[in-house]
């Protein structure tokens, strides 16, 4: 496969784990709209950081953007972002899809494997955690937190399999620093989970 200057798109492939799972037509679909999203935030001015799992893009200056770790396909990457001289923290997660492992048993896992932070040292955890909403294991991950769709969500809220989705697997959870005003899941036109994304007010009105 090649794009229109002929360069393999192959080589330069960034792409989630799955990627070898999919037909060859989907993958390239998957790269155009990588590419896309790229020149559109880079046309907009943010800034963009590839930790190799997560693309990270923002208007703010990045601070550190980091994996924390990545054992047995756990993966959990730490962002922290100046906002006008304050620190906003992102925990960015991404777990096993495997249906033949027990939730909890990589909720135990990760957190006993590395620190996890609590609602005091995140504003907001967000990623693919092929747990569904409301399970005890996210809690036993990251107590404290509220989940962003049951604060702002409507709906049935579902963000997998894309095509039909049937269970929320992908979450944003937020700490009392994190007002959430607005939350909805779409259709990115590829892939095989939807997309999410909030809008919200940070640091939260104490009223």
């Not at 989630?16 to 709209?33: C, G, H, I, S, W």
């Not at 046309?43 to 693309?55: I, M, Q, R, V």
């Not at 932070?117 to 409301?134: H, K, L, M």
């Not at 607005?182 to 892939?191: A, E, M, T």
Request: proline share 6%; charged share 25%.
């Amino acid at each position: 496969m090649a794009n229109e200057g002929g360069e393999s798109m192959m080589r330069n492939w960034v792409l989630p784990e799955y990627v070898e799972d999919v037909l060859p037509a989907e993958a390239a679909r998957v790269e155009r709209l990588r590419r896309c999203l790229l020149d559109r935030f880079r046309a907009h001015g943010y800034e963009l950081l590839n930790t190799g799992t997560f693309l990270v893009a923002s208007r703010w200056p990045l601070v550190e953007v980091r994996n924390v770790t990545g054992n047995e396909g756990r993966i959990v990457g730490l962002i922290r972002i100046d906002i006008d001289g304050d620190r906003f923290t992102i925990c960015a997660v991404d777990l096993p899809s495997d249906a033949r492992l027990s939730r909890m048993g990589i909720a135990e896992a990760l957190a006993d494997e590395t620190h996890l932070p609590s609602p005091s040292e995140a504003d907001c955890v967000v990623g693919d955690f092929n747990i569904t909403r409301g399970s005890a294991s996210l809690t036993r991950m990251f107590p404290g937190f509220r989940n962003a769709f049951d604060c702002a969500g409507v709906g049935f809220g579902a963000t997998w399999p894309r095509r039909l989705p049937l269970l929320q697997l992908d979450q944003m959870l937020v700490s009392d620093r994190l007002e959430p005003l607005q939350y909805r899941i779409f259709d990115l036109g590829s892939r095989v989970h939807r997309a999410h994304e909030m809008v919200a007010r940070w640091p939260r009105d104490p009223t």
